[in-house]
């Protein structure tokens, strides 16, 4: 993907590197919100769903909006690439399915205070933020599985469809990937013969 090895190899990063940060990182907020601040555990149960579901959402929309959007100009071209486009050119490389920490992170802090800047409460942003980062985790980790793994369970077989699908014959379509719900919403399914009848299991 770089001309340089050295860049290269950084942007080559294993998939368990994302519950590595994650899981302490969505914990810790947690902690942050029910202890520090007091916030009590329904209310922080509460905006965990909340922030899991805007995470959703985001995902969509992120996937839809921008690694979809046609840039024209050569920087656009190169960054749209290097975010998605090698994804779909290998889509089965195991190393270029989850963003470097130095993103990802770096994306997390730029939500946060975002968050904060909206609920202005830092036990309640904190509450919301866990269960966005623990959105996005659950994110990497069924994207990895859709290419990697075949589940028997029914829900995880439609997902990994409309993923597949997306990829290989409808890539307008199928944008949701930790779920398929907003693409109901937004009318981006793939169609329902193409859903029901179409054998992609890899």
């Known amino acids: ?8 190899f950084f942007s080559r990063i294993h998939f368990t590197s994302v519950p590595i940060l994650f899981v302490p990182i969505t914990g810790y907020f947690i902690y942050r919100s029910a202890f520090e601040f007091g916030v009590s555990l329904p209310i922080v149960g509460a905006l965990a769903f909340g922030g899991y579901g805007f995470w959703t959402l985001i995902e969509y929309l992120i996937h839809r909006f921008f ?20 994804h779909h050119d290998f889509p089965n490389d195991s190393l270029r ?16 205070w975002i968050f904060y800047a909206v609920i202005m409460d830092k036990g309640l942003t904190a509450g919301f933020f866990a269960g966005f980062t623990f959105g996005y985790m659950v994110y990497d980790l069924i994207h990895f599985a859709s290419h990697f793994a075949n589940f028997k369970n029914g829900w995880f077989q439609r997902v990994k469809r409309s993923h597949l699908l997306h990829h290989y014959r409808e890539p307008n379509s199928g944008f949701g990937l930790s ?10 399914m793939h169609a329902p013969e193409v859903m029901d009848k179409v054998n992609m299991n890899s």
């Open 1 to 8: 993907m770089f001309k340089s090895n050295f860049l290269d």
């Open 67 to 86: 690694f979809h959007k046609e840039f024209t100009t050569s920087l656009g071209k190169k960054i749209h690439y290097i975010a998605h486009g090698v």
């Open 97 to 112: 399915l989850v963003m470097p920490p130095a993103i990802n992170i770096a994306l997390a802090v730029v939500f946060y």
């Open 179 to 188: 779920t398929i719900f907003w693409d109901r919403v937004f009318g981006t």
